[in-house]
């Protein structure tokens, strides 16, 4: 190896190599943390919503009808919608995972205004909820149906019962390690709630919610003009159940169906910024990794260009092709180093400004020795052409006069 | 020791043939220094190119120690260079970015000798021509002359039978050819056999044996009788 002659030749000019050195270290900072943004993001939209996404159905339903009843319009819809075939539950609500809109409070183990609440989605539904979501009752036990009431804005009383997921009952109880089930929490400050079952995941409607995992189901339905039905399918029967479900609610001609869409469909709107910032990344890092691969092909070629005399006295002196060849490799992984660890300090620091400043997740262990694999397999494909090239160069060009 | 019958080297293009070397042919014998002149556009560059391995040739046979170098492939040609000759050129061809212990290094690497020896050789062959105290030396702080000297340290260090040397001292001015010569005939005297194209018959006249090559091929009459001219 000739690591140390070649070390040596860098050095005496430096001013030629230190520009690709830096766009790689720029390269190095910017992907590192590009692909950081990228990962959290898709960890994200990974999560599971607690929902059996793959069956179920949302649409809105709006009543237009001045003083319409809405309670019977409610219970003829649910009992249209539970009777049809292909269709295993539903349910009337307020909102739903992933739907970006609903209602939040805040619970607390204490009464009074003074007492650190914690922050919960709330889903007004019936004792259909669980089975509807498809979520598991990992404790306790379901809301009876007689104990489902109707409530409005005039109505200010909240129920005396709760399901709460897992993530929501444990931050309300970090110390307990016993059942949390018979726990009483407050809301609306002084509003007793007691947590009749606990399941084990239903996300709250916004994604972007720091405690995302926090909801709870509360036993009462509202009965204003905006309905939002939640109608879980048997398997593999959502997408054919659409327009009749669609077809068999429009036949109430006192409301509009608007917004039926599949669980899938509503993730995909609710990642929509997700996933453009992905594509975004994905294509500035692409984008970034190509110029800075051309930038070595320009300056290799360049190079070889340059010392053609010199590769062709190296070849009379003995070199063979591979190790013209792997000189001019060598060279570009030396430069590339210095590049990429500089590159990964810049990045590291970067990520440690964003992490402080825009709250990001700190960078995993293993995307600085990716991203240094990658962009030294970059560096060294771009130098495949030129290091080739120079290889071929005949020896004889040594005796020439130029 | 080496030996061409009737070797031909043609350049080609798609509307050009040139015949650079025709049917020639010539023996070397251990330990000769031999000079090899002619006008300009002779040949005389291309038999060296080939003489080294630098080229191939087109036609005929060519044997360095026995050895029918038609036959190998380029890594064999290569070894060949490497262990078996050592070059001087007339520009020293010294690399520019490395000093003068790295410069000489460079063959030393390709034949791969460990640190240790490779240092001694360069030591010992830098200290023959006079440079020992250069070692860090940059190519463009020493002379034409020390230039040639550590391009000949290097040629030497491997410790090859055969030198072949370009015009060595084409760049150097009368002193310098002078002493590059002094050299070249020591190291002649150990036993290395030496070929030597140049122009200058003066300087041809310190070889044994001087040959004239016209037109492509070795000539008959012009070579001794030139040299004797010069010389008388």
Redesign the interface.
């Known amino acids: 190896m000739e690591l140390g002659p070649i070390w040596r030749a860098i050095l005496r000019n430096k001013s030629s190599y230190a520009l690709i050195a830096l766009q790689i270290a720029v390269t190095m900072a910017i992907m590192v943390n590009a692909i950081a943004i990228i990962q959290e993001r898709a960890t994200q939209m990974a999560r599971p919503s607690g929902t059996d996404e793959d069956n179920i159905i949302t649409l809105t339903s709006v009543a237009f009808v001045p003083d319409a009843d809405m309670r019977t319009m409610i219970d003829e819809d649910l009992a249209l919608l539970r009777g049809m075939p292909g269709v295993r539950d539903a349910i009337a609500t307020n909102s739903f995972p992933l739907r970006s809109g609903g209602w939040s409070m805040s619970l607390s183990t204490e009464p009074g205004p003074n007492s650190d609440g914690i922050g919960t989605a709330i889903y007004f539904s019936d004792e259909h909820a669980i089975e509807t979501f498809g979520t598991n009752l990992v404790a306790g036990e379901n809301f009876a149906a007689d104990e489902i009431t109707w409530n409005n804005r005039e109505v200010s009383t909240w129920p005396a019962t709760g399901i709460l997921t897992r993530a929501l009952a444990e931050e309300l109880f970090p110390e307990e390690t016993g059942s949390l089930v018979g726990k009483t929490v407050f809301i609306n400050e002084n509003d007793p709630v007691k947590i009749v079952g606990i399941v084990d995941r239903l996300q709250a409607p916004w994604n972007g919610w720091e405690r995302v995992e926090n909801s709870m189901l509360v036993p009462s339905r509202r009965d204003g003009e905006f309905q939002r039905y939640v109608i879980r399918t048997e398997p593999g029967m959502r997408d054919e159940m659409i327009p009749r479900i669609e077809a068999a609610l429009a036949a109430n001609k006192d409301r509009i169906i608007e917004n039926v869409r599949s669980m899938t469909e509503v993730r995909e709107r609710s990642y929509t910024g997700d996933s453009a910032m992905i594509t975004m990344l994905t294509f500035i890092v692409s984008l970034l990794t190509v110029i800075t691969g051309l930038g070595i092909v320009g300056l290799a070629s360049f190079s070889v260009s340059r010392r053609t005399r010199q590769i062709g006295v190296r070849r009379a002196l003995g070199a063979t092709r591979p190790e013209i060849m792997r000189y001019f490799m060598i060279e570009n992984f030396l430069i590339s180093s210095v590049g990429i660890i500089t590159g990964g300090i810049l990045a590291v620091a970067l990520n440690i400004y964003m992490v402080q400043e825009f709250a990001l997740t700190p960078l995993a262990w293993y995307v600085v020795p990716i991203a240094m694999v990658i962009l030294w397999l970059v560096g060294q494909a771009a130098v495949a052409g030129p290091a080739r090239r120079a290889s071929g160069i005949s020896p004889s060009i040594a005796t020439r006069s130029i | 020791m080496l030996q061409m019958n009737n070797v031909s080297k043609i350049y080609r293009t798609d509307t050009v043939e040139t015949h650079a070397l025709r049917e020639f042919s010539l023996k070397v014998e251990e330990g000769e220094f031999v000079s090899v002149t002619g006008p300009s556009g002779s040949g005389k560059?291309t038999f060296?190119?080939i003489a080294?391995?630098?080229?191939d040739l087109s036609s005929g046979t060519y044997e360095l120690d026995g050895r029918d170098i038609s036959k190998l492939n380029?890594?064999e040609r290569?070894?060949v260079?490497?262990?078996k000759i050592g070059?001087i050129?007339?520009?020293f061809?010294l690399?520019?970015?490395?000093?003068i212990f790295?410069n000489v290094?460079?063959?030393l690497?390709?034949?791969g000798f460990k640190a240790p020896e490779r240092r001694k050789r360069i030591e010992e062959s830098l200290e023959l021509v006079g440079l020992a105290s250069r070692l860090e030396h940059?190519p463009a702080q020493l002379s034409g002359g020390q230039q040639q000297r550590v391009a000949i340290a290097?040629a030497l260090a491997?410790e090859p039978r055969f030198l072949l040397a370009?015009e060595p001292t084409g760049n150097l001015d009368t002193n310098m050819a002078d002493s590059v010569m002094d050299l070249l005939g020591e190291i002649n005297s150990t036993g290395t056999t030496i070929i030597m194209v140049t122009h200058e018959l003066t300087l041809a006249t310190r070889a044994n044996r001087n040959i004239f090559v016209r037109d492509g091929s070795v000539s008959d009459g012009p070579g001794d009788l030139q040299l004797a001219a010069v010389a008388g």
């Open positions: 560059t060296l190119n080294g391995l630098l080229e380029d890594r290569s070894k260079r490497n262990e070059f050129f007339q520009s061809n690399i520019p970015e490395l000093n790295d290094d460079v063959p690497r390709y034949r940059m290097r491997g370009d």
